[in-house]
């Protein structure tokens, strides 16, 4: 149910995949918008999908749905799926998404902490254990939710190839010869 929520969602705010084939301002991109792990939802594609989507939603630039847009290309990952995930780091999240990273990258650098704001990001203060922490945090997500995807996705193959199993086929018959009369009582 959730699959076709989602599915009808996507098919919603996607456009339809002729038009973009055929915008202008994509025609260099060639033949690679033919591939169908960028459009379709299946397993390979989905987990790529979040392990680049993951990884470019802690990259402190902007321009993330570019960069995702551009790994879902060179890694065959689903297209919507990897440019959606990079708002996980939207403008309400991202103070204190980035300051858990800061605090990440000075735990693993071992420095003492100073005062976090953009400007002493910006000044290169405190740049190096701020891009460590995002760049280590930016990986574990990125590991967490292709592996998560993928063990999610066999396990709902699991949960619907058990439940096939257990629903009993409508083209079995009782008796397994029809042409056997058991039925028939002579009086």
Not at 55 to 75: D, E, L, N, R, S
Not at 97 to 102: E, H, K
Not at 146 to 151: A, D, E, P, Q, S
């Amino acid at each position: 149910m959730a699959k076709d929520v989602i599915k009808k969602l996507l098919h919603k705010l996607v456009p339809d995949l002729n038009i973009i084939k055929e915008h202008k301002n994509l025609q260099f991109l060639g033949n690679r918008l033919h591939n169908p792990n960028l459009w379709h939802l299946n397993r390979s594609s989905v987990s790529i999908a979040f392990a680049v989507g993951l990884f470019v939603a802690w990259i402190p630039t902007p321009g993330q749905m570019a960069i995702a847009a551009i790994g879902a290309f060179y890694f065959k990952g689903n297209l919507p799926i990897s440019v959606v995930l990079v708002w996980l780091t939207n403008p309400l999240t991202m103070p204190p998404l980035f300051y858990f990273a800061y605090l990440i990258g000075l735990s693993v650098l071992n420095l003492p902490e100073a005062t976090f704001s953009l400007s002493s990001v910006l000044s290169g203060d405190i740049l190096v254990p701020f891009l460590t922490g995002c760049l280590i945090v930016g990986s574990t997500c990125s590991m967490l939710g292709y592996f998560g995807i993928n063990l999610f996705w066999r396990y709902r193959t699991s949960i619907k190839w058990g439940s096939r199993k257990q629903k009993p086929s409508l083209n079995k018959t009782v008796n397994k010869n029809p042409f056997k009369a058991t039925d028939f009582t002579f009086r």
